[in-house]
């Protein structure tokens, strides 16, 4: 079975520092991963996906991750953040056997302080 | 474009009531997800449906039912309601039925179960 773990629940930050966000899953098929982004009183929306080819993905707003198979791992990194990032953070896994079904980590709390 | 639209936003129902959540999906899209976010819990997979089927279900009790219009639209019914059922339930929809799908979220309907 699938499984997505989100290493922290919260992470501060400062304005214009850089970040990290941990994500590692386990699955015993190929995978693809996504993170989604959800500001408080919405909806979740996608930052990224990775189906294949290049381990780097770009999103929007300024996010990248890197899909490391050995590591398991799909961390989500910005350079340098800004206050309108802080959000709630879902890292999530699909695979072609549950079709469109998403798993969804617990979500970590990005906060940015000025 | 419209985007997914959930109604009630917000629904009171005391324990042991019935509740019923209704979603329209994006124009064109035939998959709806729904998902269970409590405090705490992150994304809980409830159900998909795709085409007017139930294409895959998760760990939730029977009372906790669906299904999806000739015209896409969903509904969620949950029985016998329980406090532990308080929650924000969040419908998504996608325009294909793959694993590697971008999803599209609602904002929810919060559920309160006094």
């Known amino acids: 079975a699938q499984s997505v773990t989100q290493l922290d629940s919260q992470v501060p930050v400062f304005e214009e520092a850089p970040v990290e966000l941990r994500c590692n899953y386990s699955?015993?098929?190929?995978?693809?991963l996504f993170w989604y982004v959800q500001y408080p009183n919405q909806g979740l929306q996608l930052l990224l996906k990775y189906l294949s080819g290049s381990t780097l993905v770009k999103g929007i707003n300024g996010f990248e991750a890197e899909f490391n198979k050995s590591q398991t791992s799909f961390h989500l990194r910005k350079p340098s953040v800004h206050i309108s990032d802080t959000a709630e953070y879902f890292c999530a896994v699909s695979d072609s056997v549950q079709g469109g079904k998403l798993i969804f980590g617990q979500g970590t709390e990005l906060s940015v302080k000025p | 474009e419209a985007g997914v639209t959930q109604s009630p936003t917000h629904l009171i129902k005391t324990r042991g009531q019935q509740a019923t959540l209704r979603c329209s999906p994006i124009?064109?899209?035939?998959?709806v997800y729904w998902y269970q976010q409590a405090l705490g819990l992150g994304l809980q997979f409830l159900l998909w449906y795709d085409e007017g089927e139930e294409r895959n279900r998760g760990n939730f009790p029977p009372r906790f039912s669906g299904r999806q219009f000739p015209n896409y639209s969903s509904e969620l019914n949950v029985n016998a309601l329980e406090l532990e059922d308080s929650a924000l339930y969040l419908c998504?929809?996608?325009?294909?039925?793959?694993?590697?799908?971008?999803?599209?979220f609602g904002s929810g309907t919060q559920l309160s179960v006094l």
């Open positions: 124009s064109g899209h035939t998959s």
């Open positions: 699955s015993s098929v190929s995978v693809y």
């Open positions: 998504a929809s996608s325009h294909g039925r793959g694993a590697q799908e971008k999803l599209f």
